[in-house]
């Protein structure tokens, strides 16, 4: 079965770190990008970044620049969203989604994982 | 930077038809920016509907296409359902692999 299996819910402190994991399965992890959406509550989705699973490159949002590191693992097909000095704002839905790399669209979402910062 | 503009709203009848568009702060939506949709329910993920301008995602019913309307992509809801009432958002190719998504559209259908 096609899917991208997300981690559980966070709750986070302020000026910690949090790291979502996304793991693939049904397909063959490294023939697709993987982007990385978050949806703050009430609010609509923003691009956070993108990891090519074939060779690790990554490509990041510049509001997220300097914060957001994107890895992955190919023996496990899992990707790996870690975010760093974590304030309120980013109290959000982070989504992972399959990369189309030909028409450049995400055609398989992940279910989302709830991030929680608060003091 | 190049902001991707929604409707914040829009209503439809059922059984009508409503025009939804994607534009940019700064020129035209053309096809290279490879425009897909994407429609959300609150509480779910985001499924997705249409790509590449005008080619319907597997399952998505023929009721939505997609276009190019003058200088915005377009998503089109022809024959509007109760179920049709969700957000939905553009999204963009902006080239050197940067994507941005539009504000999206609240579509109420009464």
């Known amino acids: 079965q096609v899917q991208l299996v997300q981690s559980g819910a966070e709750m986070k402190k302020p000026g910690a770190s949090v790291k979502v994991s996304c793991k693939a399965s049904?397909?063959?992890?490294?023939?697709?990008?993987m982007h990385w959406v978050r949806q703050a509550p009430g609010q609509g989705l923003e691009w956070m970044g993108i990891i090519n699973p074939s060779g690790g490159s990554t490509n990041y949002a510049q509001k997220f620049q300097g914060r957001v590191s994107m890895t992955r693992d190919t023996s496990t097909t899992t990707v790996y969203m870690e975010l760093s000095s974590l304030r309120s704002e980013d109290t959000a839905v982070y989504y992972c989604?399959?990369?189309?790399?030909?028409?450049?669209?995400?055609?398989?979402w992940g279910k989302g994982t709830t991030v929680t910062v608060s003091s | 930077q190049t902001v991707v503009t929604q409707e914040p709203s829009f209503s439809v009848s059922p059984g009508g038809t409503v025009t939804l568009t994607c534009g940019l702060s700064s020129g035209s939506v053309s096809t290279s920016y490879y425009p897909s949709w994407y429609q959300q329910t609150p509480g779910q993920a985001p499924r997705t509907l249409i790509y590449s301008t005008n080619t319907r995602s597997s399952g998505v019913p023929d009721r939505f296409s997609g276009s190019i309307l003058g200088n915005k992509a377009a998503l089109t809801i022809t024959g509007a359902q109760a179920d049709d009432e969700s957000d939905y958002y553009c999204m963009l190719y902006m080239g050197s692999d940067i994507w941005v998504f539009g504000g999206g559209t609240k579509l109420t259908v009464l």
């Open positions: 989604a399959r990369g189309d790399w030909i028409h450049y669209y995400m055609d398989l």
């Open positions: 049904g397909y063959t992890f490294i023939s697709y990008y």
